[in-house]
Nanobody, 121 residues
Framework: QVQLVESGGGLVQAGGSLRLSCAAS????????MGWYRQAPGKQRELVATTTSGGSTNYADSVKGRFTISRDNAKNTVYLQMSSLKPEDTAVYYC????????WGRGYNYWGQGTQVTVSS
């Protein structure tokens, strides 16, 4: 059984900061990409930021320069440092991971349960 457990969401004023964490646990041999996505009410889920095991990162244009994704491979944990938050950043933020359970097995893609981020104006 594999779980992705997110933490760190909450209510913050515009201009403030929050740090999200997502820890992967269970039958994991290796994790390739980990990332964050978000879904606002009435909108589709969208990519926020991703990072690979090699350290490459990718950001949505809307968060570049304000959000930073980082990863602790030893802890199978990914972080999202969010700064200069805007009301339009309000959404449920979901963690995502691509991983293998064995060295030669197929890949899996799992989602976390989501954590609410609310930015007040």
């Amino acid at each position: 059984q594999v779980q992705l457990v997110e933490s760190g969401g909450g209510l913050v004023q515009a201009g403030g900061s929050l740090r999200l964490s997502c820890a992967a646990s269970g039958s994991i041999f290796s994790i390739n990409a980990m990332g964050w996505y978000r879904q606002a009410p009435g909108k589709q889920r969208e990519l926020v930021a991703t990072t690979t095991s090699g350290g490459s990162t990718n950001y949505a244009d809307s968060v570049k320069g304000r959000f930073t994704i980082s990863r602790d491979n030893a802890k199978n944990t990914v972080y999202l440092q969010m700064s200069s938050l805007k009301p339009e950043d309000t959404a449920v933020y979901y963690c995502n991971a691509d991983f293998r359970k064995t060295a030669w097995g197929r890949g899996y893609n799992y989602w976390g349960q989501g954590t609410q981020v609310t930015v007040s104006s």
